[in-house]
């Protein structure tokens, strides 16, 4: 954005003096801005789950899309490959992005308890979807969301205070 919003600015100023001295400043302050911005929005824990999440969600689907359509897969193996694909950009991200874990000392058993939340919360989400459909009688896509917000939820709070726990917590 930055570099896009500087080619714009010189292409438009044709005074040679502003090129160099005041657009420097002029870049140099939408810079900070832009940076501040960017810094103040992923400080959010949540919001960075959420692009952690989000990130995780199209390169499953990615590699599905690939694997199927392109590649010629059964549906049932390009899924497991997308699961697998997913799986390691969710844990990377959520590692590293969202809770900011950047040792390795814990890795093992930190890949293990999330390998183990993600099948629990996929027992809880057919279980909620489930419940819903059948005895509340919610319409199909509706209990689909209100399953993914609740594991979504919980997946949170587990991972933030089981998975990647840091001592101080």
Request: charged share 15%; hydrophobic share 55%; glycine share 6%.
């Amino acid at each position: 954005i930055i570099w896009l919003l500087e080619i714009y600015y010189l292409k438009n100023t044709t005074n040679h003096f502003c090129k160099k001295r005041i657009c420097q400043k002029h870049m140099m302050q939408i810079r900070e801005v832009i940076v501040n911005l960017i810094e103040k929005v992923f400080s959010f824990q949540a919001l960075r789950y959420l692009f952690s999440g989000g990130t995780a969600t199209f390169a499953n689907l990615g590699v599905f899309y690939l694997l199927n359509d392109l590649v010629g897969w059964h549906y049932t193996v390009a899924s497991l490959g997308a699961f697998l694909v997913g799986f390691v950009v969710s844990f990377t991200l959520h590692k590293i992005v969202t809770f900011q874990d950047h040792t390795m000392e814990r890795v093992h058993t930190q890949v293990g308890l999330y390998l183990l939340f993600w099948g629990f919360n996929i027992l809880f989400g057919m279980a909620t979807l489930f419940v819903l459909v059948e005895y509340i009688n919610f319409p199909h896509l509706l209990a689909q969301a209100v399953a993914v917000a609740l594991v979504a939820v919980e997946s949170f709070f587990v991972y933030r205070y089981i998975v990647f726990r840091r001592s101080t917590d």
